[in-house]
């Protein structure tokens, strides 16, 4: 039984249900926002309450943005012919960080995950299928993972858009097979653009 007060516990309870933090680091966070400067606390609680309130997804890609349109789809030099597509916005930062992509992103915002009760129904494909038919799209790049979920995936949006007069490639070379792309360096996300594989 812990010897924490309740509204201490109920922190330290809702801290450890984030990503990557246990008990003792939930107990950890918990202590330093009891004994942090109370300005400093405040800050952190708005930050959290205004990214949740303001942060939607982009209209065009869904990727994250605080307004109509993120500010890749609002660049006028990026190449909106080629378009990347991730599973979470998280990829979108991955990919950025290479510095070589010059063209714009179209997040699925999850995967084919049977096992998790994920079909093909969770994948909304319509808005780039429109950009599609308007022939605004000439080039797209499969860049989902290489796990089981990202491999479903790929070979769900090969079958779609392969329909399309369009080229479809896949990342290549650089990604090891079960490797996630958020925690791949950027040298290697680079090289596996450059290396990306013709689907048709």
Not at 126 to 148: C, H, P
Not at 158 to 173: A, E, P, Q
């Amino acid at each position: 039984m812990s010897s924490y007060p309740e509204i201490l516990e109920d922190l330290i309870t809702s801290l450890s249900y984030l990503p990557g933090i246990g008990r003792r680091s939930a107990e950890r966070i918990a202590l330093y926002i009891l004994e942090a400067d109370l300005d400093k606390v405040k800050k952190l609680s708005e930050l959290i309450l205004g990214v949740r309130e303001k942060i939607k997804p982009c209209s065009v890609c869904h990727n994250f943005s605080t307004e109509e349109l993120c500010s890749i789809c609002r660049n006028p030099s990026r190449d909106k012919s080629l378009v990347c597509i991730v599973e979470y916005p998280k990829d979108v930062l991955a990919l950025e960080k290479t510095g070589t992509f010059k063209g714009v992103y179209y997040v699925l915002l999850g995967s084919i995950s049977p096992i998790e009760g994920r079909g093909p129904e969770s994948i909304d494909l319509s808005r780039l299928i429109n950009r599609i038919n308007k022939g605004e799209v000439k080039e797209i790049i499969i860049a989902t993972d290489s796990d089981a979920e990202g491999e479903a995936t790929a070979v769900f949006l090969r079958d779609v858009l392969s329909k399309f007069n369009i080229r479809l490639s896949r990342i290549g070379i650089g990604l090891p097979l079960g490797s996630q792309i958020e925690y791949t360096d950027s040298a290697t996300l680079s090289k596996a653009l450059q290396e990306r594989k013709p689907l048709l």
